[in-house]
C-alpha cells in the first residue's frame, strides 16, 4: 500500500531535545533538515521497525479459526501505517507529544485498529470481551497485566510470572454450567480449571463456546427487498444527527465533555464515541482535544472505553458522584438543545 505525505521545514529544531524524548530508532527523522530526507527516514522506520510489529500484532488473530483474513489483515495493516506516518510528521515538525518507545506505540495503534474491526464483525463477542475485562479490572479476586502475547489474566492470589496455561478447549470446561449473567464465577471456574493464568482473548473464546455466543453474518438483502432510497434517508439523518450532536457537545464545559464522552456507551454497552468517527464527524486528535487528553493517552485506553464512574473520577481528580453530577448536567443540557431525552 503506497503511503505519501509531505511535511514543512522547521525554522528552529530542536534536535536535542527531541532526541532525549524520543525511541532513538526515530534520530534519522529527527536529524532530517528537508523534506526529501524526512519522507525517506519514515519510510525506513515504516518498513524496518514498524510493519514487522504490525504484522507480529496481528499473526495472533490469524489462526485456523481465524477472524481475520489476509484481506482484511491487510487492509489493518494499511490503516496502522496511514496513521503513524501521520504520527511521525507530528514528530518531525516538533508537535505534540513524543513516541518514547516505537514498538508500543505501534503495537497500540494496531491492537486498536484491530479492536474496531472485530468490534464491527463480531458485536456478540466484543460484548462478552467487554464484559470479561470489566469483571477483570473490577473484582478483586482477578489481576490482569499485559505480556507480549496479550492481555492475561489470574486468579489475585497467583504469581504474576507463572507461565500461561495453553490447554486444549475440553480442559477448559467447568465440572457445572454457569450461567452468562454470571460472569465473575465463570471467569474464576475457567481460570481454577485451568490452574494457571490465562490469556484473556482465549478466556474470552472460551467463554464463547461454553454460552454459544454467536455472532451471525449480516442477512444478505436482494435489490428486490432493498430501498436504496430509505436506506440512503436514514443514513443521512444518522449522519445529520451524530453532527448536530458533536458541535453541541463541543459546546459543553470541558468537565462535562469528559465525564460524557469517557462513559459514553452504545446500545450494546459498548464505546460510542467511535460513532462520530466512522460517520466522519471528527478525527480521533479532535475527540482526544474534546476531552482535554494527548492523543497518545486517548490511544492507551482507547479499548477500555467506556470507562467507570470511579475511573473517570481518577482521571479528573474528581469524586464519584462529581463525574455522574457532571454528565448528569451535560445530558441535560443535550436534551434540552437537541428537542429530545
Same mark, same amino acid.
Given at each position: 500500500?503506497?503511503?505519501?505525505?509531505?511535511?514543512?521545514?522547521?525554522?528552529?529544531?530542536?534536535?536535542?531535545r527531541l532526541m532525549a524524548v524520543n525511541d532513538p530508532l526515530l534520530a534519522p527523522l529527527i536529524r532530517a533538515r528537508d523534506d526529501e530526507a524526512r519522507r525517506?527516514?519514515?519510510?525506513?522506520?515504516?518498513?524496518t521497525h514498524a510493519r514487522p510489529v504490525v504484522e507480529r500484532v496481528l499473526a495472533r488473530y490469524r489462526g485456523a479459526d481465524s477472524a481475520i483474513g489476509p484481506? $482484511?489483515? /491487510?487492509?489493518? !495493516?494499511?490503516? @496502522?501505517?496511514?496513521? =503513524? #506516518?501521520?504520527?511521525?510528521?507530528? +514528530?518531525?515538525? &516538533?508537535?505534540?507529544?513524543?513516541?518514547?518507545?516505537?514498538?508500543?506505540?505501534?503495537?497500540?495503534?494496531?491492537?486498536?485498529?484491530?479492536?474496531?474491526?472485530?468490534?464491527?464483525?463480531?458485536?456478540?463477542?466484543?460484548?462478552?470481551?467487554?464484559?470479561?475485562?470489566?469483571?477483570?479490572?473490577?473484582?478483586?479476586?482477578?489481576?490482569?497485566?499485559?505480556?507480549?502475547?496479550?492481555?492475561?489474566?489470574?486468579?489475585?492470589?497467583?504469581?504474576?510470572?507463572?507461565?500461561?496455561?495453553?490447554?486444549?478447549?475440553?480442559?477448559?470446561?467447568?465440572?457445572?454450567?454457569? $450461567?452468562? /449473567?454470571?460472569? !465473575?464465577?465463570? @471467569?474464576?471456574?475457567? =481460570? #481454577?480449571?485451568?490452574?494457571?493464568? +490465562?490469556?484473556? &482473548?482465549?478466556?474470552?473464546?472460551?467463554?464463547?463456546?461454553?454460552?454459544q455466543v454467536v455472532d451471525r453474518p449480516p442477512v444478505p438483502v436482494t435489490p428486490a427487498a432493498a430501498d436504496p432510497a430509505r436506506a440512503h434517508s436514514v443514513?443521512?439523518?444518522?449522519?445529520?444527527?451524530?453532527?448536530?450532536?458533536?458541535?453541541?457537545?463541543?459546546?459543553?464545559?470541558?468537565?462535562?465533555?469528559?465525564?460524557?464522552?469517557?462513559?459514553?456507551?452504545?446500545?450494546?454497552?459498548?464505546?460510542?464515541?467511535?460513532?462520530?468517527?466512522?460517520?466522519?464527524?471528527?478525527?480521533?486528535? $479532535?475527540?482526544?482535544?474534546?476531552?482535554?487528553?494527548?492523543?497518545?493517552? =486517548?490511544?492507551?485506553?482507547?479499548?477500555?472505553?467506556?470507562? &467507570?464512574?470511579?475511573?473517570?473520577?481518577?482521571?479528573?481528580?474528581?469524586?464519584?458522584?462529581?463525574?455522574?453530577?457532571?454528565?448528569?448536567?451535560?445530558?441535560?443540557?443535550?436534551?434540552?438543545?437537541?428537542?429530545?431525552?
Open positions: 500500500m503506497g503511503v505519501s505525505f509531505s511535511i514543512g521545514v522547521r525554522e528552529v529544531h530542536d534536535g536535542s525517506a527516514a519514515i519510510g525506513a522506520v515504516l518498513v484481506a $482484511e489483515a /491487510e487492509d489493518l !495493516a494499511g490503516t @496502522v501505517m496511514l496513521r =503513524l #506516518v501521520q504520527r511521525l510528521q507530528h +514528530v518531525a515538525e &516538533d508537535a505534540g507529544e513524543a513516541i518514547a518507545s516505537l514498538a508500543d506505540f505501534t503495537a497500540t495503534l494496531t491492537f486498536n485498529a484491530v479492536y474496531d474491526f472485530l468490534r464491527r464483525r463480531y458485536p456478540e463477542r466484543t460484548r462478552l470481551k467487554n464484559r470479561v475485562r470489566y469483571v477483570l479490572l473490577r473484582d478483586r479476586r482477578f489481576r490482569t497485566w499485559s505480556a507480549e502475547r496479550g492481555a492475561v489474566c489470574a486468579l489475585a492470589a497467583w504469581d504474576a510470572h507463572d507461565n500461561i496455561a495453553e490447554l486444549p478447549r475440553p480442559a477448559w470446561k467447568t465440572r457445572r454450567r454457569i $450461567e452468562p /449473567e454470571r460472569v !465473575a464465577d465463570a @471467569v474464576e471456574a475457567m =481460570l #481454577v480449571a485451568a490452574g494457571r493464568p +490465562v490469556l484473556v &482473548d482465549d478466556l474470552v473464546r472460551s467463554l464463547a463456546e461454553e454460552w443514513q443521512l439523518e444518522t449522519r445529520q444527527y451524530l453532527d448536530a450532536l458533536w458541535r453541541e457537545i463541543l459546546e459543553l464545559r470541558a468537565p462535562q465533555r469528559a465525564a460524557l464522552l469517557l462513559n459514553l456507551r452504545d446500545a450494546d454497552g459498548g464505546n460510542a464515541v467511535v460513532l462520530f468517527i466512522l460517520a466522519a464527524i471528527a478525527t480521533f486528535d $479532535e475527540i482526544a482535544a474534546a476531552m482535554e487528553m494527548a492523543p497518545e493517552r =486517548l490511544t492507551e485506553i482507547w479499548t477500555s472505553l467506556p470507562l &467507570d464512574d470511579l475511573a473517570i473520577a481518577a482521571r479528573l481528580g474528581l469524586t464519584r458522584q462529581q463525574v455522574i453530577n457532571l454528565r448528569k448536567a451535560a445530558r441535560a443540557r443535550l436534551a434540552r438543545r437537541m428537542g429530545q431525552p
